[in-house]
């Protein structure tokens, strides 16, 4: 009888959780550009956003091809995969962000800062959703660009954090179409 009681509980809080997070990123205001994935809004206080991902994805910063970004950008990204997968993150190598500049991204145990010109390093997240936060002070400065991967990889999977990221390497390194910022992963 506990069982059940226990089974109905967890499926009223993992109702509860997903329908908070597909309304995460709506934004009630007219004037942001929409997406499938969430919304952008680029204006005299600077670019804000936020995105929400239910699949394997590339993410990268706002005007990736020509090395600029957005001053005074502040962006999210949420990535939400079925419970039974672990996030791995790669991170592209040459990633460089002007000074003041960074990236955090979070999960419910674990914190990941890079700041500037901090080294990044590929990892199993350990767990199946992550946010991923942008700031921005200023965009200035030539080759201010980043590319992370969220790869799903299921929990009975025990393939190496490199292998995986050496998988969607060239996807990686081809960059976004257009002036997307984000790209689902091809299998």
């Excluded at 995460?24 to 499938?36: A, L, M, P």
């Excluded at 990204?77 to 993150?89: G, K, R, T």
Aim: hydrophobic letters at 35%; charged letters at 20%.
């Amino acid at each position: 009888m506990n069982t059940i009681r226990l089974c109905a509980s967890l499926a009223v809080l993992v109702a509860v959780i997903a329908a908070v997070a597909n309304t995460y990123c709506e934004k009630r205001s007219t004037d942001y550009e929409r997406s499938t994935h969430g919304w952008d809004k680029c204006d005299e206080n600077g670019l804000a956003c936020c995105y929400y991902f239910n699949g394997s994805v590339i993410l990268y910063s706002h005007n990736y091809h020509n090395g600029t970004y957005n001053p005074n950008t502040h962006c999210e990204y949420i990535i939400d995969i079925d419970w039974d997968c672990n996030l791995v993150m790669c991170v592209e190598l040459d990633m460089s962000m002007a000074a003041g500049s960074g990236v955090m991204i979070k999960t419910m145990d674990t914190s990941i800062t890079y700041k500037g010109t901090k080294t990044p390093f590929n990892a199993n997240l350990n767990d199946n959703s992550a946010s991923v936060l942008f700031t921005s002070e200023d965009g200035g400065g030539e080759d201010n660009k980043w590319s992370m991967g969220m790869v799903c990889v299921p929990k009975t999977d025990y393939r190496s954090v490199c292998e995986i990221c050496e998988d969607i390497a060239d996807q990686q390194l081809a960059g976004p179409d257009g002036d997307e910022v984000f790209k689902f992963i091809e299998d």
